[in-house]
């Protein structure tokens, strides 16, 4: 999707490895764990098979979005970036981590 492709260029290659190893639906994953690190409340969007949805109002948090992504091109080791890649692989981590205990539980 369009969504995904323009933020996997931000997202370094080592943070990508959980999306890797999350199965189907990696579109949908990646675009939930990208909105889970920017911090956007979960009420303001909804989340469909191939699209996202934002209420009324709500497409600014888009465009601070991709302007904090355009500015770590030019600073990759700033601490912003190094927050938001440390949620995206701990959204991802916790995800592994349910589907692992669900394993076990059935």
Do not use: C, H
């Amino acid at each position: 999707s369009t969504f995904v492709s323009t933020f996997l260029e931000f997202i370094p290659d080592e943070a990508l490895r959980f999306l890797k190893r999350a199965g189907k639906n990696r579109d949908k994953l990646f675009t939930a764990a990208i909105l889970w690190a920017f911090q956007i409340v979960k009420t303001s969007y909804r989340l469909g098979n191939t699209k996202v949805f934002f209420k009324f109002g709500q497409l600014g948090f888009i465009s601070n979005m991709l302007y904090s992504g355009k500015r770590w091109m030019n600073q990759p080791r700033s601490y912003e970036r190094q927050v938001v890649v440390k949620r995206f692989n701990s959204y991802f981590i916790r995800l592994l981590w349910r589907r692992a205990i669900m394993k076990v539980i059935a």
